[in-house]
């Protein structure tokens, strides 16, 4: 069966002297692996669309019984050359396929999370300030659309003291210090109203906010916590510590 269907490219290897593998995260087919024969010869009719992050629309061969399918054309679907530009989008955007492609399970179709991967990557690639923004944003939005929205009661947000607050881990609410739950974080006021915000606003009001890079660091590593919480050996770390270090 032959299938043409919009994609992201999450991560691409090579293969032989000439040919490269490629994660692909489909509209239609979800994550699949693709071989794109030729692809690494100067003259290949792929060009840059299978760099990671880019948004494509791919044609291949598809076959249910393998787990390797044929690519044979491939074309942005809206360049977003403005990532690989900036060092700090480039972190941001390498950490968001990376959630991708070890969360989504192969080849089974995911709307949501494609429609908010192409969201994100297409505010990152415009984005002339605040990208980092962009990261816990993706994260909760992702615990959203998995199952595990945090529990976030305006009220008891607004009313948290200087001294701060605990995040609870299982349900992702925010209660004052000193009441008794397990499996909680204590944070600053600021951090925790950040979070608050990132797992409710829009994105258009997350792109507003201002965070100095002592109040970022906190609010992502609370929602690091958070999804490493409930996705335990599932969520990946390995680009963790660099996109920290330049997000921070």
């Known amino acids: 069966m032959i299938i043409r269907t919009d994609a992201v490219v999450l991560r691409a290897m090579d293969y032989g002297e000439t040919s490269r593998i490629v994660t692909l995260f489909t509209r239609e087919k979800g994550k699949l692996a693709v071989l ?3 692809a690494r010869l100067p003259k290949s009719r792929f060009g840059a669309t299978l760099q990671p992050m880019a948004y494509t629309q791919v044609v ?3 076959k249910p ?5 044929t690519l044979t054309e491939s074309a942005h679907v809206r360049p977003l050359m403005g990532i690989s530009r900036d060092l ?3 972190a941001v955007g390498q950490r968001l ?15 949501p999370v494609f429609n908010l991967l192409v969201e994100v990557l297409e505010t990152l690639n415009a984005a002339t300030d605040r990208t980092e923004n962009l990261l816990a944003y993706f994260q909760l939005r992702l615990a959203i659309i998995l199952g595990f929205a945090p529990h976030i009661d305006k009220q008891t947000v607004e009313a948290l003291s200087n001294e701060g607050g605990l995040l609870n881990l299982d349900t992702g609410a925010i209660s004052p210090l000193h009441t008794a739950s397990t499996a909680t974080r204590q944070a600053s006021r600021l951090a925790l109203r950040a979070y608050a915000i990132f797992a409710r ?6 792109m507003r906010m201002h965070l100095d890079p002592p109040l970022r660091t906190e609010v992502n590593r609370l929602v690091d916590q958070y999804l490493q ?3 335990e050996d599932a969520y990946p770390t390995r680009s963790e510590k660099i996109t920290g270090r330049l997000l921070g």
């Open 36 to 38: 794109a024969k030729g």
């Open 229 to 231: 919480f409930h996705l």
């Open 201 to 206: 606003a829009d994105l258009d009001t997350v």
């Open 60 to 62: 291949f061969y598809h």
């Open 65 to 69: 019984t393998r787990s390797l399918q």
């Open 88 to 90: 700090v989008k480039l």
């Open 97 to 111: 396929v990376e959630l991708v492609a070890a969360l989504i399970p192969a080849e089974e179709p995911h709307p």
